[in-house]
């Protein structure tokens, strides 16, 4: 049984490693809508263009860096969580970020549809992680 | 059946970026299943024995998962600049399902009711984000801020 101690720890690791992800995603997402559609930039560009405007992207080498913190977040929430806990809550608080960081930051659409789907992915992925 | 069609579905992808949203959906989960299994050939790996990273990449099984896993990163960028973030992720959701049926089919696991359950929600969900549009026009946005047509 985890002491209070113990569970805020755990708590606090797990949200840190999803607020990460959230964050490496957000950018990631931001910097490829700010290149555009990558199809017509290899028209112009060719693969190796393509390549290089999206590593010279900063919005994308930022999110880049932090799902490589992400990982390394990731390890140490492991270490002192249990996976069967730590598992389906990452995913689960993640997919939920990503959609509210989606809407205030990246302005999506996010209607009706899309939080069905949200929420339908989120008690998914939490089920079939347990 | 086209405007039947044009009613259910309001995107229009090319054939090649339905072949983008494939990928990410089976790239990732292929991949990290053969990483587990090149990784559990390989066996524990240690602060003091670091070297057996490098043994690692000799193992099929890890070369063929860091290959694919490059190839998700690779498609999920791809589908980004041109379809919304709250439009993928039902699609990367979806490696889920394939790593739970891989599981059924080829090592003969058996999922609970509750696993069921959670595939068919993901699926509901990949269903609910396929018939809306794919990207947010950020014009049509600005101009619900400015208030016309309120």
Sequence with gaps: MMGVHAALHAWAAILFVAVIAVAGEVLIASGMHELGDL?????????????????????????????????FAMLFALSIAELSLAGPAIAGLTYIGNAVAAKIFLRE?????????????????VLLTR | MARWIGWIVKHKLRPSQYAVLLAIMLTASVGDSLLAR??????????HHLGLLFKALLNPYVDIGIVLLIGFFSAYTTALSWADLTFIMPATAFGYVVIALLGKVWLHEQLTWLRWL?????????????????????????????????
């Design chain 2, 38 to 47: 090149g990784m559990a050939q390989v066996g524990p790996v240690d602060l």
């Design chain 1, 39 to 71: 199809d017509n930039i290899r028209a112009v560009h060719g693969l190796g263009g393509t390549i290089a405007a999206v590593l010279t992207n900063m919005r994308f080498v930022a999110g880049a860096l932090c799902m490589a913190l992400n990982f």
């Design chain 2, 118 to 150: 959670g595939i068919a929600c993901i699926v509901c969900a990949v269903g609910f984000v396929a018939g809306g549009p794919s990207r947010t026009e950020h014009a049509d946005l600005d101009l619900m801020d400015s208030g016309v047509g309120r």
């Design chain 1, 109 to 125: 659409n996010v209607n009706r549809r899309r939080w069905i789907a949200v929420t339908f992915v989120t008690i998914g992925v």
